[in-house]
């Protein structure tokens, strides 16, 4: 007789073409149901007001998915990068914008931390990190610093006895308003380069911080974004990260995995972009009949159909290769290459997933208030973000070349 116990562990055809095991199956379902249930309510009035919901991050740290690679002994779940990137992709499928806000938060300011930090700044910020109860946030790109973020930084610090005195701006900076602990990058040797930069860990009460100006965005508007001024800001001199000048190793351990990180946002929009469709073009009649039955519709269906897989297939074998470095690996060789690919091709697929998922729409999707509207918006950042389309082709045929 068959057994039991196997036949119920057997996955299904999708699961096993997507490479998930039972377990990485089940987490990307249980944060599915999460994130309908508790952050799709909260998306339209998000997008519609600039909103920040301050409830949310306190609960989703109770339910347990900050703090995904942290260990248990600071509050965190014991587990890796691809597990990180499931929950980020169902994140995005219903809230892209608090999907962006989370990542900055557990990959970009509480991963960092943990993997850079010592082990007393680790204790006393990782627990309120994996908690919610603080909002982290990464503080690197300067007004006249985008894809050159290292070689043209302007923000300073200089060493004062007991203190670093930061002086400088960061713009574009996701979570800035909102944010209660970041890792900010600033120069502490002027004429060294991108050699002589140091990463700090601020308080939002620190004296000579400020948030200078919320910024209004074009998608992800509920995903708070700012500008922000340090004017002669004492950080105490345990909040430097590393060693003082070697903040290029922070930066590095971390680029990489942003990439591999954003990649999960695009599949979850993706998702959602084709069920949207899906479902208009079942529902929408003309001509005495839905829409679905049409075979241009049924011939975009179809498109849309092979390049979310696509997507879902680039993003999953990114994910894998990230979980195998450390954080001497990052920023050059084959980790460098996979995830600068990787994020580029699913940002220019989501492009085309996007805009025939609102041409299945017609006019319903043109309207600002429409869901897939909302996703339309989203396409332009995808593409800009932690490095530019341009940069990263950049890095590929850079690691190209040098290999």
């Known amino acids: 007789m068959p057994d039991d116990s196997a036949m119920l562990e057997k996955p299904s055809v999708l699961q096993a073409f997507s490479g998930l095991s039972n377990d990485e199956s089940g987490i990307l379902e249980q944060a599915d149901r999460f994130a309908q249930a508790e952050l799709y309510p909260l998306a339209q009035r998000m997008d519609d007001e600039e909103w920040w919901p301050t409830e949310i991050f306190p609960k989703i740290g109770a339910t347990g998915y900050f703090g995904v690679t942290a260990p248990e002994a600071y509050g965190g779940a014991g587990m890796d990068i ?18 962006l806000a989370w990542v900055a938060h557990d990959n970009l300011c509480l991963n960092n931390i943990l993997r850079n930090a010592n082990e007393e700044q680790i204790r006393k910020y990782l627990p309120g990190l994996c908690k919610g109860t603080s909002i982290g946030a990464l503080g690197l790109t300067e007004p006249g610093a985008g894809s050159d973020a290292l070689g043209s930084m302007r923000t300073t610090a200089r060493r004062e006895g007991g203190h670093y005195v930061l002086n400088g701006s960061k713009i574009y900076i996701t979570n800035g308003p909102v944010a209660d602990v970041l ?11 991108a050699k002589g930069i140091s990463a700090f860990i601020v308080e939002k009460d620190f004296p000579g911080f400020k948030v200078a100006q919320k910024l209004t965005k074009m998608g992800f508007r509920g ?24 903040g290029v190793k ?14 999960p946002i695009c599949l979850g929009i993706a998702e959602r972009a084709l069920q949207l469709a899906l479902d208009y073009a079942k529902q929408r009649k003309q001509f005495g009949k839905t829409i679905a039955e049409f075979q241009m519709i049924q011939s ?27 954080e ?47 996703l339309y918006r989203s396409i332009k950042l995808l593409e800009i973000g932690a490095g530019t389309t341009e940069v990263r082709k950049m890095i590929i045929a850079g690691e190209l070349l040098r290999a």
Not at 229 to 239: G, I
Not at 347 to 372: C, D
């Open 82 to 99: 691809f597990t990180s990137g499931l929950i980020l992709q169902a994140f995005g499928r219903w809230n892209h914008a608090l999907a």
């Open 183 to 193: 890792l900010v990058y600033a120069k502490t040797n002027k004429d060294a380069g």
């Open 223 to 246: 995903s708070q974004t700012a500008e922000l001024v340090f004017d002669e800001c004492r950080v105490p001199a345990e909040n430097l990260v590393g060693v003082e000048n070697n």
């Open 250 to 263: 922070v930066v590095m351990s971390g680029l990489d995995l942003e990439r591999a990180m954003i990649s």
């Open 300 to 326: 975009k269906l179809a498109d849309l159909y092979v390049w979310v897989e696509s997507m879902r297939l680039f993003t999953y074998q990114t994910l894998r290769a990230a979980n195998v470095i450390d």
């Open 328 to 374: 001497n690996e990052g920023g050059r060789g084959d980790i460098h290459k996979i995830t600068a690919a990787g994020v580029m091709y699913v940002a220019e697929t989501l492009n085309k997933v996007l805009n025939e998922a609102m041409q299945v729409h017609g006019g319903t999707g043109y309207i600002w208030e429409s869901e897939i509207n909302r």
